[in-house]
């Protein structure tokens, strides 16, 4: 799967690729679709809800830039994958998902692989993790119509956001990097398709 679907498309952030070799993605998938678990597609994870394809997984990591010692927002935690990810790369995950039983499954595969630095919370993701604040990189999981206002006060100077901006249909992934109290720098990277960022800042 990384040798094809995530080095083979142009993904060369070495930190990436390494922990993308390691994580078992058939964990987070259920038992009837593990046999496409390798495959470069989103799969259903139950309540409308699914796991992202892993070479969007792979650009929306790298595009953080994560060097090691971060502490990490993620919002829409669905299956838990891309928090693997993560918890692998940075220091601290903490991931909100509004879907209670998502959040459950997710804290089980996380445990079995003994993956320690995840906080879970169980909340509505539009308005961050305000006490938690602020974080080095932002990475959402759902598309917006817009950036909630909230990510940008909750992230570092010198921290990146990335996130699908746009339609319930089709969003573009945008990288935000926070330069000052009050300068961005934004950058449109490529076309996507998320599910909805449901709550009081999004949809």
């Known amino acids: 799967m990384v040798e094809q679907h995530i080095v083979g498309k142009g993904v060369v952030d070495q930190r990436v690729i390494e922990v993308m070799s390691a994580i078992p993605r058939h964990l987070f998938v ?17 309540e409308k809800q699914t796991i992202s394809q892993p070479y969007i997984v ?12 971060e502490r990490v ?4 935690t669905g299956s838990g ?10 220091k601290r995950v903490y991931s909100i ?15 079995q692989l003994q993956l320690s630095n995840v906080n879970i919370k169980i909340a509505d993701g539009t308005v961050g993790w305000n006490d938690q ?11 917006s119509p817009n950036i909630p206002q909230k990510y940008l ?30 300068q961005f720098d934004q950058e ?15 949809w």
Do not use: N, W
């Open 73 to 76: 927002l993620e919002i829409g």
């Open 153 to 182: 006060d909750q992230l570092e100077i010198g921290g990146r956001l990335v996130m699908p901006v746009g339609d319930q249909k089709q969003q573009v992934l945008i990288r935000i990097t926070r330069k000052g109290t009050d």
């Open 30 to 46: 259920e038992a009837g679709l593990r046999s496409h678990a390798y495959g470069d597609a989103a799969l259903p994870i139950g």
């Open 97 to 111: 998902e509004r879907i209670a039983l998502l959040a459950g499954r997710a804290r089980k595969v996380l445990d």
């Open 133 to 143: 604040a602020p974080f080095s990189g932002i990475l959402v999981a759902a598309g």
């Open 81 to 90: 994958y891309q928090t693997a990810i993560l918890a692998k790369l940075v």
């Open 58 to 69: 792979a650009v929306m990591t790298a595009a953080l830039e994560l060097q090691g010692d």
């Open 188 to 202: 449109r990277m490529m076309g996507c398709r998320f599910v909805p960022l449901i709550g009081e800042q999004g």
